[in-house]
């Protein structure tokens, strides 16, 4: 980790610091934007930079791998970690703040106090990582307080994820606008995500069907039948693409998650599969 000096725009890595550059912010007058993030920043994370850019007059962009959100099994060491290039990428994008904490401030060894959004976290992923939405409402708490936003940003792609955090902030009274970004996609519709670099040229051939059947699934959907057919047939057709596990590939409420069995109302249909060791997620409206 570099010195906050050394970086390609200004940055934070305390508290403090992130405070008296905001607060001359806010006395000022200005609209403060927020983008959470951990980093290994792609285009999908610059568009959520460009959709607070539009709404705020300065940025914040925070970069921090929260080790509260990952199990103890799950892949927190090999997160791939690239600040110098990320703050170049901000850099260029114009974000205003970087904002890149050490774990001792944000977890100091006493710490006793974790958020937990029941309700919208029961199924779905929150039954395949029981630990990490409590990881993501505590962590993202702290960041909305610290920086105290008037709008911040996060990305369709963790529709769940995107669901917690406008509860907690419903919730807690934080008086921030949660403002979704729609999923950004590469060429052949797979999701951008920091962990598509894991993939083998092998795996990320199999990831590519990913979306092409979510798309499928969701038209079929459409028509109003019964769910459950189209989805088991979802899931075989995944299965038979080379993935190695379905962990879910199901019709939900698009406000509350609830299963449906028809979509009959706003809904959205999630998929968490899991390729070689990779664990891909994805998301459509229906
Ligand atoms: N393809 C994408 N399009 C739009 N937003 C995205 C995309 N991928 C991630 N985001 C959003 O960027 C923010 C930061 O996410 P994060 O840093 O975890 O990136 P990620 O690529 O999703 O990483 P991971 O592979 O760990 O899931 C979140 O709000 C997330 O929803
Ligand atoms: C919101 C978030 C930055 C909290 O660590 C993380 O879950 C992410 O990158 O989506
Ligand atoms: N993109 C959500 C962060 C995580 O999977 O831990």
């Known amino acids: 980790m570099s010195d906050a000096e050394t970086l390609p725009l200004p940055a934070a890595r305390s508290i403090a610091a992130l405070r008296q550059t905001v607060q001359s912010w806010r006395t000022a007058g200005l609209r403060i934007g927020f983008v959470p993030t951990m980093g290994a920043l792609h285009a999908g994370h610059l568009s959520l930079v460009e959709l607070a850019r539009s709404r705020a007059d300065r940025v914040v962009v925070s970069i921090f791998v929260n080790p509260t959100q990952f199990a103890p099994h799950e892949d927190f060491t090999k997160y791939p970690r690239q600040e110098m290039a990320d703050a170049a990428k901000l850099a260029a994008f114009g974000v205003d703040l970087l904002y890149a904490p050490v774990v001792e401030e944000m977890y100091p060894a006493e710490a006793a106090t974790t958020v937990v959004v029941d309700v919208v976290t029961r199924r779905l992923d929150g039954v395949f990582r029981p630990t990490h939405f409590a990881g993501v409402a505590t962590i993202v708490a702290k960041l909305l307080n610290q920086v105290r936003p008037d709008v911040a940003v996060f990305g369709e792609k963790d529709y769940q994820q995107l669901l917690v955090v406008k509860r907690l902030a419903a919730d807690l009274d934080l008086g921030v606008e949660i403002l979704p970004g729609p999923t950004v996609r590469e060429a052949d519709g ?88 990779t664990r891909l997620i994805d998301n459509v409206a229906v």
């Open 190 to 277: 797979l999701a951008m995500s920091s962990r598509n670099a894991y993939l083998s040229p092998e795996d990320r051939a199999i990831a590519a069907s990913l979306p092409a059947t979510l798309q499928l699934v969701a038209a079929q959907l459409k028509g109003g039948g019964d769910a459950a057919p189209i989805l088991d047939a979802g899931r075989s057709q995944l299965l038979k693409a080379g993935f190695r596990e379905i962990q879910y590939l199901d019709l939900a409420d698009a406000q509350t998650l609830e299963p449906l069995a028809r979509a009959d109302r706003p809904a959205r249909l999630l998929v968490a599969a899991l390729v070689g060791q």
